[in-house]
C-alpha cells in the first residue's frame, strides 16, 4: 500500500492506494504548532480506525505549500513507519513538461494535480481546485503546463468580509434561491457561491481563446462541488485528484 499526503494551507488529506484503488481518504487540519511527535499520533489513529496496519504502508510521498508542516510530517512518517517518505519537489520527476518562468516556482499542489489531469481526462484541461486560494491551471494538448491563475478562495474572502467591515457576518456558503439577494446573508452567497461559479466559466472561456480550443474543465477542493452545482457548463468534480497525481509520481519515482 502507498499513503499519499497532500498538505493545503488548512487542511491535510491523506489517501491509502491498495495497487490503483484508493482504499481511503482522511483529513487532519493543518496547524503549524503541532509537533512531528502529534502528527505522528493522528496517523497511527488514522490508520488503526481504518483496520489499515503500518507494515502493510510499502511507501509514503508527501506534497505541501506549507513547507514547515510538510517537514514536521516527513519526521512523523519516519518516527512511525521508519522510514523518509518522498517529498515532492525539485529531483522528484513528473513527467510534465512544465513551461511557466521558472518551472522551481510550480507548486507541488498543482504539479501533482496536473499529472493526474494528464493521465485522467481528455487534453487540452483546465484544473481549478477551490481550497483557501482558489488555483487555475492550464494543461496544453500536448501535456504541457502552461501556466494559470490565483485568486483568494471562498473562505478567504468570507473572511476578509467579515473582519474588514462592521457589519457583514460569518455565513455558511452555501448557494442562494436567487442571484437576487434580498437580505444581507442571501446577498453574500449570491457573491460568494454565483461570483465563484461566474468567475470560473468565465476564466475557463477566456482561456479557450487563448488555446484556440475548447478544454476540459476539472475541478476539485472542498468547495468545488457547491461551486460546480451552480455552473451552466460541464465541470467534472474530482475530489481525489491530487491524490491520484501523488501515487502516479510515486510510482515514477520508486526504487
Do not use: W
Amino acid at each position: 500500500m502507498v499513503l499519499t499526503i497532500d498538505i493545503g494551507n488548512t487542511n491535510i488529506t491523506l489517501g491509502v492506494f491498495k495497487g490503483e484503488t484508493l482504499v481511503f481518504t482522511s483529513r487532519l487540519a493543518t496547524d503549524t504548532k503541532r509537533t512531528e511527535d502529534q502528527y505522528a499520533f493522528e496517523l497511527r489513529n488514522i490508520l488503526v480506525l481504518h483496520e489499515c496496519s503500518r507494515s502493510e504502508i510499502e511507501g509514503t510521498i508527501i506534497s505541501s505549500v506549507v513547507p514547515h508542516v510538510g517537514a514536521l510530517m516527513s519526521r512523523a512518517v519516519e518516527l512511525l513507519l521508519g522510514y523518509t517518505p518522498m517529498m515532492l519537489g525539485p529531483g522528484v520527476k513528473t513527467g510534465l513538461n512544465i513551461k511557466i518562468d521558472n518551472p522551481a516556482q510550480l507548486g507541488a499542489d498543482l504539479a501533482a494535480g496536473a499529472v493526474a489531469a494528464v493521465a485522467k481526462y481528455p487534453l487540452p484541461c483546465i484544473i481549478c481546485d477551490l481550497g483557501t486560494a482558489t488555483t487555475i491551471s492550464v494543461v496544453d494538448k500536448s501535456g504541457a503546463f502552461l501556466g494559470g491563475a490565483i485568486a483568494a478562495g471562498l473562505t478567504t474572502t468570507l473572511d476578509a468580509l467579515a473582519t474588514k467591515t462592521a457589519q457583514l457576518p460569518y455565513i455558511d456558503i452555501d448557494a442562494p434561491k436567487s442571484v437576487i439577494g434580498s437580505n444581507t446573508i442571501d446577498c453574500m452567497k449570491s457573491g460568494l457561491v454565483l461570483g465563484a461559479a461566474t468567475m470560473l466559466e468565465g476564466m475557463a472561456e477566456r482561456i479557450e481563446r487563448e488555446l484556440g480550443e475548447k478544454a476540459t474543465l476539472v475541478a476539485t477542493g472542498g468547495l468545488a462541488a457547491k461551486v460546480v452545482a451552480e455552473c451552466e457548463r460541464e465541470v467534472i468534480i474530482d475530489d481525489n485528484l491530487l491524490l491520484d497525481g501523488l501515487l502516479i509520481i510515486y510510482n515514477k519515482n520508486k526504487k
